[in-house]
């Protein structure tokens, strides 16, 4: 076990080097728990833990790569939600109500095919307040859906 998490460390550290801090650094111990907790997010949602997927891989379920394609998927989901709450906190007046509204409306029509029926009939008024980040936390999760679509193709 203790290997696997290891090479879940690895793999982290060398995203972080790569994608989110080009030469940047993580130490092994914080990549390790940073890995461990996206791996074990996902397998939560499958009603498995981290132990799960080290026995998947051990037993040849699934390939240490399909465990690092989790890792990279949670590292760009992350990614995306920061850049676009980023986005709207620094471009959006968060005192000025109608601001905010046409904000959410123009999310809504240029998302709104990734989004879901919910959030096209819904009002744009509903998410002027916390509601765009679940307008946000949606869209992204759309995202990774469609991605691991196009990769099983």
Known sequence: MRDFEDEVGRYVQHHYRSCIVPGGSLSLSDARSMGKEMVER??????????????DVCDGVVSLRAIFDIIADA??????????????????????????VACMRELIATCGPHLGAEFQTNRPERYAGAGWEDLIKTYVEALKSTAAVVRRM
């Open 42 to 55: 996902e397998y939560r949602r499958r009603k498995g833990n981290i132990v799960s997927a080290y026995r």
């Open 75 to 100: 590292l760009k989901e992350e990614a995306i939600t920061r850049y676009t709450n980023d986005v709207i906190s620094r471009h959006v007046d968060k005192s000025n109500y109608e601001e905010i």
